[in-house]
């Protein structure tokens, strides 16, 4: 009785800890996924910003937006896209030698059919899990 009630408290020790793990992770991630959507309509504002996209040119908006994508690295958000209408990509500021691949994950693909942002947990290409915000 005594190795079966220890037992007993030790997972509630644990249950308790993992709803606490859970509920830091929700604010977190809430955190995270206003950063990224207040980011998303920053850039769509910029008329910079703009002009070089709809432009293409991907050398102007890697001289605009690196210092940028620099500051939010130290946030940890370590992959930065910009995707063309057709889902293909014209520049990641993490790998700008990496270009014009067509992307064709879950909350990209929800984006374009519902022509509106789209934030959600995925898994990654390399078997992480990943918080997306794509703007518009």
Do not use: C
Request: aromatic residues 10%; without cysteine; glycine residues 4%.
């Amino acid at each position: 009785a005594l190795f079966y009630s220890s037992y007993v408290e030790q997972r509630v020790d644990v249950e308790k800890m993992l709803r606490n793990q859970e509920r830091l992770f929700e604010l977190h991630k809430n955190d995270k996924f206003k950063i990224m959507a207040e980011l998303a309509q920053t850039l769509g504002e910029r008329v910079d910003i703009v002009d070089a996209f709809e432009k293409r040119d991907s050398k102007a908006l890697m001289e605009l937006l690196n210092p940028i994508y620099s500051r939010f690295k130290n946030i940890q958000i370590s992959y930065f896209y910009l995707i063309l209408p057709d889902k293909s990509v014209l520049l990641r500021l993490h790998n700008p030698d990496k270009s014009g691949d067509t992307i064709t994950r879950f909350g990209l693909n929800s984006a374009v059919l519902a022509n509106t942002p789209y934030s959600g947990i995925e898994a990654g290409v390399e078997a992480n899990i990943v918080l997306r915000q794509i703007g518009r």
